[in-house]
Each structure stands twice: as C-alpha cells, then as structure tokens.
C-alpha cells in the first residue's frame, strides 16, 4: 500500500497556484520532495496532515483520506515544521514531554519516550538546558524529536536541513537515513538540493511551481550512462590523443578522461592504449548520472530513463566514489 497517494491535487491561494493536479504515489521508505523555493513543498505537507483542505483533488496517507481522517492521520504521522517554533525558556525535556503528553501518552511514558527520543537525536547530555540557548543544529534535533515522541508510522521534515553547516547538514542526513532503516519509520523530506537527498532517499519526487517533474526510485535517476571515466596516474592528455587517433569519442573533464562507449570494443582498446604508453591505470568506471542533472533538465514525464531526457551538453558529473 502506497504511503502517500495523491489525485489530482490542486491548492489555488488568491494570487498562485500552489499545486496544480498533482498525481503521484510512493511507497514505504525514505522519500524525498524536491522542489525551489515557492515549488509547493510545504502546501503539500499541510494538505496531507489534513490542516489545509485543498481546492480540489483527493490524497491519502497511510490509507487514511485526507478529507475526512486528519485526526487519524496526524495520530500516526509526526510533523518537523520547516519554521522556528520553539519556546526559548523552556528545557528540550520539558518541550519534548509536553508534546508526547498533547499526543495522548501518560505521565511516566510521555519521559520515557521523550529521554528515548532525545538520545536518538544526539541531545542527551543538553537535554536539560533551555532551548533559547541552542545552536541551530540542536535546535533542528529537538524539532526532530517532538515528531518522533508518539512513535509514528510516518514522519514529514519540512527542509531539516534549513540552516546548517555542512557538518551539522551530514548529521542531519545521518539520522534521517537512520529513521529509516533502524527505526522502520518511513519518511518524507523536503529539500531545495538534490544532490543531497540523493544519500538518503529510496525514492525521490520532484515539483516544479505545484506540478510533478518526476517520481522516481533513486537507482532510477542515477543509472549508469553510456560514458566511461578513466584515470590515469600521469599522461591524461596523450592517452586521450591515442584514443582519439584511434577513433574512440574523448573529452577531458578535470583530471578524468570522457569517453563514450561504443561497445565492448571500447574496454579493450583503452586497456590496449594505456599498456603501450605504459601508464598506470587508476580507474575506469562506467559514469553514473548526478540526480542534479534531472532537475536541470525537467522533462515533463513521471517516466522513462534519465539518460533519454538528458540533452547532449548538459553539465558533466563526477563520476560516484568521488567526493561531493
Ligand atoms: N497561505 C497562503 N496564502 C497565499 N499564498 C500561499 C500560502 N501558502 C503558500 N502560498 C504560496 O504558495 C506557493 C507555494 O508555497 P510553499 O510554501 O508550499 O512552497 P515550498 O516549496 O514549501 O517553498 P519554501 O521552501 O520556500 O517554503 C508560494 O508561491 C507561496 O507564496
């Protein structure tokens, strides 16, 4: 059973349309919404926890309508707002076994789960000191362990990584990537950047001013193109005229050589190539598409390789194993 399924979802505001008959269904897992600022991210969510009620168009959660289980819906679904929303005065204990209690549980469950859940999140020895004294990061945990207390099926991260370095962004992914495999949660999260739900994700959706690009499984996005990267230790450049000379289509791209495969062929007069000049061989390795490259080229199909809907000259990736 699908986890969210949406059809022909529509949320029209005075002056835009947020979401413009939106069809798509993903299973269970961690699934990333990727959109621009503006793309609609965050009208989606509301719709689905069943607090904005939409202009037209059905969705369902966890096989509950949005239209008249909402109540249902927000008992089996955590919620991480992308906005700031909380109280500075009060500990991460406290906020966090306030929100376990507004969700139904008891007194001594409501500290349990809250200790629990604050550990989870990399909070435990702060988890006493007032929120208003928090750095961004923490303060993102402690937002992260309010959606976790009632121990939900399902939990939307409205953009968790909104404000973060890149080392508290790594964490960040670290443990969203952690609800979902040791935790069994499935997750939705949003993001303006791709290239890091990429890590994360078994399956991402993308929007575009309120319409579907593409809903896909992440292997799906980033499969294997029809160009090899090699590397070689020195000689990158005579290697690439011997190529060349030999017919093979090469381009330089750093310190990699591009080519394209031609068949098998290919493998071996590279091979043959980098023995004659005696130069040593440090990769080669068919390119995977970045899922950037999607995103830049946003064919209007929910379906179909990427590599179909990938113009010729569109910017070149790096090849995977290579650090991002
Ligand atoms: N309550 C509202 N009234 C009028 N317009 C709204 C309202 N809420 C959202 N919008 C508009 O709907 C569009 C989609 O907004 P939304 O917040 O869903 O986008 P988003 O993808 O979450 O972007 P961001 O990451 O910037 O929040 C925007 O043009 C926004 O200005």
């Given amino acids: ?25 993903v299973e269970p897992g961690v699934v990333g919404l990727v959109g621009a600022n503006g793309a609609g991210k965050s009208t989606l969510i509301k719709i689905l926890l069943g607090l904005l009620p939409p202009s037209a168009g059905t969705a369902s959660v966890l096989g509950l309508d949005i239209a008249r289980e909402g109540g249902r819906i927000r008992e089996r679904v955590g919620f991480m707002p992308e ?81 973060l370095d890149p080392a508290g962004r790594d964490e960040m992914l670290e443990l969203i990537r952690r609800i979902g495999t040791e935790f069994g949660i499935s997750v939705l999260v949003t993001s303006h950047l791709l290239g890091e739900l990429e890590r994360v994700c078994d399956h991402v959706v993308i929007i575009d001013g309120g319409r579907l690009l593409r809903s896909q499984a992440v292997e799906a996005y980033t499969a ?32 990699f050589l591009l080519i394209d495969i031609a068949g098998e062929d290919t493998y071996d007069l590279i091979r ?12 080669m390795e068919q390119r995977r598409h970045r899922i ?33």
Avoid at 2 to 20: C, E, K, Q, S, Y
Avoid at 111 to 133: F, K, N, Q, S, W
Avoid at 272 to 280: I, K
């Fill in 272 to 283: 043959d190539a980098v023995a004659d000049l005696e130069l040593r061989l440090i990769r």
């Fill in 83 to 163: 906005y700031e929303c909380l109280p500075p005065d009060v500990s991460a204990t406290e906020f966090v076994v306030h929100m376990a209690r507004m969700c139904g549980l008891p007194s001594t469950a409501a500290r349990e789960r809250a200790a629990d859940t604050l550990r989870h999140v990399g909070l435990y020895e702060e988890r006493y000191r007032p929120i208003g004294g928090y750095s961004t990061g923490m303060r993102q945990r402690v937002k992260l362990a309010q959606a976790l207390v009632h121990d939900p099926e399902l939990v939307f991260l409205d953009e968790p990584t909104n404000g």
């Fill in 1 to 25: 059973m699908p986890i969210i399924a949406t059809d022909g979802l529509t949320m029209r505001f005075p002056r835009v349309t947020a979401l413009d008959a939106l069809t798509v269904a």
């Fill in 224 to 255: 294997a193109s029809g160009v090899l990267t090699v590397e070689v230790e020195e000689g990158r450049d005579v290697l690439g005229q011997r190529l060349h000379d030999a017919g093979v289509a090469v381009r330089p791209e750093g310190r």
């Fill in 292 to 324: 950037e490259e999607v995103f830049a080229t946003g064919p209007p199909a929910a379906t179909g390789p990427p590599g179909a809907a990938a113009p010729p000259g569109h910017p070149p990736a790096e090849p995977q194993g290579v650090a991002r």
